[in-house]
Nanobody, 114 residues
Framework: QVQFVESGGASVQPGGSLRLSCAASGFTFSNSAMRWYRQTPGKERELVASISRLGDNINYLDSVKGRFTISRDNRKNTVYLQMNSLKPEDTAVYYC???????WGRGTQVTVSS
C-alpha cells in the first residue's frame, strides 16, 4: 500500500534550521512529482513546495522562497525539505504527497518559537 512517512520536525527558535524527510513506499516514486504541504489548526492545507519527477522543475510558496529548498533522491524514494531562517509563521504540521495519488502521511510537527 502507498505510504508516506514524514520525519525531522522539531521545536526550534526563530532563525533556526530543520531538514524534513519523507520516505515513500508502495508506488513507483520516480514516476511521481512530489509536494510538501503544511497546515495549522483551523486553516486549509497550504502548498509549500513542489518538485518534478527528475527534480528539474521546482516551485515554492512566495513566503518561503530563498529560505526553503526541496529536493529528492529517487534511489532512496525520499523527498526532503531543507528549511532555513525559520519564522514563527512557519509553525505547522508538514506533509508530503505525490501529485498523482490521493494519499497522505501523518505529517511532522514544526514549531518555531522563542
Amino acid at each position: 500500500q502507498v505510504q508516506f512517512v514524514e520525519s525531522g520536525g522539531a521545536s526550534v527558535q526563530p532563525g533556526g534550521s530543520l531538514r524534513l524527510s519523507c520516505a515513500a513506499s508502495g508506488f513507483t516514486f520516480s514516476n511521481s512529482a512530489m509536494r510538501w504541504y503544511r497546515q495549522t489548526p483551523g486553516k486549509e492545507r497550504e502548498l509549500v513546495a513542489s518538485i518534478s519527477r527528475l527534480g528539474d522543475n521546482i516551485n515554492y510558496l512566495d513566503s518561503v522562497k530563498g529560505r526553503f529548498t526541496i529536493s529528492r533522491d529517487n534511489r532512496k524514494n525520499t523527498v526532503y525539505l531543507q528549511m532555513n531562517s525559520l519564522k514563527p509563521e512557519d509553525t505547522a504540521v508538514y506533509y508530503c504527497k505525490a501529485t498523482n495519488l490521493p494519499y497522505w502521511g501523518r505529517g511532522t510537527q514544526v514549531t518555531v518559537s522563542s
